[in-house]
């Protein structure tokens, strides 16, 4: 969420690589958080040479933000 809250769209290939997951694994928690409407991807091209792009959805952006401030409240920064 970190990577999306910052990007206008980032590939699933970048998130793969920046984040070091297996395709599956990140397949699956992009399904989970699209699911959750925390997220919303689009798809172009099929096969090998089709690509995914994700972007974070203004649901995902609140609950972003309000993660990101409880853990500042936690260590004592809010």
Do not use: W
């Amino acid at each position: 969420m970190a990577v999306l809250a910052n990007a206008s769209s980032v590939s699933f290939r970048f998130l793969r690589d920046h984040l070091q997951i297996s395709e599956s694994d990140l397949s699956k928690q992009m399904s989970t958080l699209e699911a959750a409407g925390y997220v919303s991807s689009t798809k172009t091209g099929r096969g090998r040479g089709g690509s995914t792009t994700y972007r974070i959805a203004p649901a995902g952006q609140r609950a972003y933000e309000q993660h990101c401030a409880a853990l500042r409240a936690l260590i004592g920064g809010a």
